[in-house]
């Protein structure tokens, strides 16, 4: 059974910086595309950054220039490196995973984590 286990987040001010982790375990085959998402109180979730396997990376508008991710594929886990934080990015965070297990290839979702950003 794959699991996604997030880590990091937190309360910062505006202008600071927080690092979030996730990792994948279980039976893993191979890991596709990973990538991090947000949910804010009465919105929908959205996109925040993805990464290929090979490390092509995609951001959000609203993010590019200020966060970063990454991943250790050794490690199957993509990290998220948030600075100059904002109070609009308070939210939720989500990690994602494509991942082929056994014959099954699908999505995986972690717990999500809180973060807090305060002006």
């Known amino acids: 059974q794959v699991q996604l286990v997030q880590s990091g987040g937190g309360l910062v001010q505006a202008g600071g910086s927080l690092r979030l982790s996730c990792t994948a375990s279980?039976?893993?085959?191979?890991?596709?595309?990973m990538g991090w998402y947000r949910q804010a109180p009465g919105k929908q979730r959205e996109l925040v950054a993805t990464?290929?396997?090979?490390?092509?990376?995609n951001y959000a508008d609203s993010v590019k220039g200020r966060f970063t991710i990454s991943r250790d594929n050794a490690r199957n886990t993509v990290y998220l490196q948030m600075n100059s934080l904002k109070p609009e990015d308070t939210a939720t965070y989500y990690c994602?995973?494509?991942?082929?297990?056994?014959?099954?290839?699908?999505?995986?979702w972690g717990h999500g984590t809180q973060v807090t950003v305060s002006s």
């Open positions: 990464i290929t396997s090979g490390g092509s990376t």
């Open positions: 994602n995973a494509d991942i082929s297990s056994w014959l099954v290839r699908d999505g995986y």
């Open positions: 279980g039976t893993i085959f191979s890991i596709n595309d």
